[in-house]
């Protein structure tokens, strides 16, 4: 079992940064492969990275590419995410998740056991 607290989300205009980050608690974070999702309202909930145990594997949807970058720091338990050139339609609420299978790294949110409780993005035009 491992508890998820997201932070970090706000109000922020378009081409601007935030930092989102997820502090894990519990069974050793870095058993897990962690990732972000994000759901806007009346939207089914997406894939945005995910990064395996060792931080040296990572994935990314096609959407954030160039423009996301997820990274984790095993001995803070905590994983990030970096968002820069953030566009309106990056508003969301932002979900942070892990995954068991530590030899996998997956889009699907039906492969993530645990999920924090999501911090809210809103981006300006």
């Known amino acids: 079992q491992v508890q998820l607290v997201e932070s970090g989300g706000g109000l922020v205009q378009a081409g601007g940064s935030l930092r989102l980050s997820c502090a894990a608690s519990g069974r050793t974070f870095s058993d897990y492969t962690m990732g972000w999702f994000r759901q806007a309202p009346g939207k089914e909930r997406e894939f945005v990275v995910a990064i395996m145990r060792s931080g040296s594997v990572r994935l990314n949807a096609d959407s954030v590419k160039g423009r996301f970058t997820i990274s984790r720091d095993n001995a803070k338990n905590t994983v990030y995410l970096q968002m820069s050139s953030l566009k309106p339609e990056d508003t969301a609420v932002y979900y942070c998740?892990?995954?068991?299978?530590?030899?996998?790294?997956?889009?699907?949110?039906?492969?993530?056991?645990?999920w924090g409780q999501g911090t809210q993005v809103t981006v300006s035009s």
């Open positions: 998740a892990a995954d068991r299978n530590r030899f996998a790294i997956s889009q699907s949110k039906d492969a993530y056991d645990f």
